[in-house]
């Protein structure tokens, strides 16, 4: 187990030292960053010593290193377009996301896992039948689109939702927070229900083929033989068996929930990474675009490496530094 | 042997149907037998003669479109076949316990062994988790699991065929039921261990005094295990009687077929004999007897009326060669 983690570590960080190859080499395909700095007036003289203070004089791959060095502690350099500390920019955006996206993963998973339940035991219920084709709107409708309707219903039709923004927002620690005041709270619910909707209809189709899948397996007929209970044989060992591959979408939800806000924060003008992602964009903003790479990068790579160590509790087959098979 | 006064498990003139959008098929079709507690009933036939779907009925798990369409099941006289879902839970592993043909795909794997047994045990029995888990290690123990109080917590990956069959029977023992519905419980398993596992089941069920109804295809199971055996064909019964006689003399053309189509070592033969053709699907089981296309002895009231179970020297039968007024009776 240990040595599982370990070497998942070290995966995680090759795909990190990648990611942030990617990342710095962001700024030289844009071009010189001394041109791009100075003023057009400025002589070769300063340009050289812009250059050397800069550090550009120095070879590639010493240059890559003072990028990895300087990434690790946060320090991702200044916004070209709000000439601040990036790293501040993005711990402050950062909150707003990662509430809207544990929001939005939650609601996926605790409506998502009883509803593939219940359309699986009832499978020939007509309720079971409509929340099917219900869910095929959240497969195929796009994220925006579902954002917009919702605007237009809950707010401008019926007006009980705001439409934009985040609310009011407590500062805990570092951490700004919509989660402890009423206003933040009401503007999280349309946002994070339109984020929400793919991986709500993943989640629920997957737990339903495969509860029907392990339903249909001699383990859950020979539980009903030994006249264990339904509510036993359904959760307690059906269920669990659909775990796995209920674990490794979610997984991969939750990074794409994190790595897609970017449409619904800019649908809800939500302030998070995802916006500022957007308009860093628009700006050429290079350090905010190559410390969001390296960001996402990480979450994906924290991610999966929860995921792998999920499978461990989850199922023993996969634990074999545990006691060996016993003989005939 | 003579059947005890009052059987433990009546059959009464089953009947199971699957009702298909193609119609419905008739899989078995008025069956009726009988077993004595502490008895154990071999049933045999090929595959798809309805044996598997007979023990599945009886305890109630027939899976939809299946249906019990008409006769009653009958335990200690009293009729379970309709029995509320719940009602017939609660008999499930208490009265009636099971066991399956694959051991290896029995037992959930996620949970340790000890906790499908205590789970097995705590709902049937008015015990708390440690009295549970007690009696787990002591059964774990009666059928041969080597340092049950520690295997208790390894997980079925952790046990060999053999040994994981030995922890199903052990669940299926769990809340001493009377009857067993053993389904085909060492097909799956090495020729070597298949002598031990059922070596276990006789031994078990005779100390417990536990009924079995042992579903096979193996004629050699069926002899050193069964008390009497009952043949299925095309989901009907075609001979019923004590495992010796039916082996020895058989009274049914089919059976006889059966008894002929198993080598004997140190015989040498040619060809091994066979029965020609094969048995009908159960959309076209033809009128009559359902084994009259293949018998070798079939006549004129083979094809029109089919034959009740009917006494045949020391077994019953139910062929037409067996009714006095038959024109070969006595030829």
Redesign the interface.
């Known amino acids: 187990m240990i040595a599982f983690v370990v070497r998942r570590l070290l995966q995680g960080v090759f795909v990190m030292l990648v990611v942030g190859f990617i990342a710095f080499s962001l700024f030289n395909f844009v071009g010189d960053p001394v041109s791009l700095m100075l003023p057009p007036e400025a002589t070769q003289a300063d340009r050289q010593e812009m250059r050397v203070s800069l550090g550009l004089d120095k070879p590639f791959h010493v240059q890559f290193a003072t990028f990895v060095a300087n990434a690790t502690q946060g320090n991702f350099g200044i916004s070209l377009r709000l000439g601040r500390p990036v790293s501040t920019l993005l711990v402050e955006r950062l909150p707003a996301t990662l509430e809207l996206a544990i929001a939005a993963a939650v609601l996926g998973l605790f409506v998502g896992i009883p509803l593939g339940v219940f359309t699986a035991l009832k499978r020939d219920s007509w309720t079971s039948r409509a929340i099917l084709t219900t869910s095929l709107i959240g497969v195929s409708l796009p994220n925006f689109l579902i954002g917009i309707f919702l605007i237009l219903i809950f707010a401008v039709w019926l007006g009980v939702l705001p439409s934009f923004g985040r609310g009011d927002t407590v500062m805990v620690g570092p951490w700004s927070t919509g989660l402890l005041t009423t206003s933040g709270l009401r503007a999280l619910i349309l946002p994070s229900v339109t984020l929400a909707f793919f991986p709500l209809t993943l989640v629920m189709r997957l737990v339903r083929s495969e509860m029907l899948e392990v339903l249909r397996?001699?383990?859950i007929?020979?539980?009903?033989?030994?006249?264990?209970?339904?509510n036993?044989v359904n959760f307690?060992?059906a269920l669990?068996?659909t775990l796995v591959p209920v674990i490794t979408i979610t997984g991969l939800q939750l990074g794409g929930i994190i790595a897609f806000a970017i449409i619904t924060e800019t649908v809800f003008q939500w302030p998070g990474m995802g916006l500022l992602f957007i308009q860093a964009v628009q700006f050429a903003d290079i350090p905010v675009m190559a410390a969001y790479l390296c960001l996402i990068g990480l979450i994906f790579v924290v991610i999966n490496l929860v995921v792998d160590i999920l499978y461990y509790v989850?199922?023993?087959?996969l634990r074999l530094d545990r006691?060996?098979?016993?003989?005939? | 042997m003579a059947s005890a006064p009052r059987p433990l498990l009546e059959v009464r003139h089953l009947r199971v149907e699957f009702n298909l959008r193609r119609g419905t098929l008739t899989a078995i079709d008025d069956v009726s037998f009988e077993i004595a507690p502490g008895e154990v009933l071999g049933v045999v036939g090929e595959s798809g003669a309805g044996k598997s779907i007979t023990g599945t009925a009886i305890?109630g798990?027939l899976e939809p479109p299946g249906r019990i369409a008409g006769g009653e099941v009958l335990l200690d006289g009293r009729r379970i076949d309709n029995l509320p879902a719940e009602e017939m839970?609660?008999?499930?592993?208490?009265q009636i316990?099971?066991i399956?043909q694959?051991p290896l795909?029995?037992?959930?794997?996620?949970?340790?062994i000890g906790r499908q047994i205590t789970?097995?045990i705590m709902?049937?029995l008015p015990m708390d988790s440690r009295q549970a888990r007690e009696r787990a290690v002591a059964l774990l123990e009666e059928v041969g699991i080597?340092a049950a109080g520690r295997?208790i917590d390894?997980?079925p990956?952790?046990?060999?065929g053999?040994?994981r069959q030995r922890v199903?029977i052990a669940?299926?023992l769990?809340?001493s039921p009377r009857l067993i519905i053993a389904d085909e419980p060492t097909t799956a398993l090495d020729v070597s261990?298949q002598a031990q596992i059922i070596t276990l089941l006789k031994r078990l069920c005779s100390e417990h005094g536990t009924a079995v109804m042992l579903v096979t295809h193996d004629m050699g199971v069926i002899a050193e295990t069964a008390d009497r055996v009952a043949v299925m064909y095309a989901g009907r019964l075609v001979e019923v009687g004590p495992v010796q006689e039916v082996i020895h003399g058989p009274q049914h053309p089919y059976t006889a077929g059966l008894m002929g189509s198993i080598p004997a070592i140190g015989q040498e033969v040619d060809r091994l004999p066979q029965i020609e053709g094969s048995m009908p699907r159960l959309d076209s089981i033809p009128k009559g007897c359902a084994f009259n296309p293949r018998c070798p002895k079939v006549f004129g009231r083979c094809r029109e009326e089919r034959p009740d179970l009917m006494d045949a020297g020391a077994t019953r039968a139910a062929c037409w060669l067996h009714r006095v007024d038959s024109p070969l009776a006595h030829a």
Do not use: W
Request: with cysteine; net charge positive; glycine share 14%.
């Open positions: 397996t001699d383990y007929k020979f539980a009903r033989a030994r006249g264990l209970t339904d036993a307690g060992h669990k068996n989850v199922d023993p087959r006691g060996g098979a016993g003989g005939h | 305890i798990l839970r609660k008999i499930r592993g208490r316990g099971a399956f694959d795909t029995s037992l959930n794997p996620l949970y340790t789970e097995t709902t049937h080597p295997r390894h997980y990956h952790q046990f060999s053999g040994m199903v669940l299926a769990c809340a261990v």
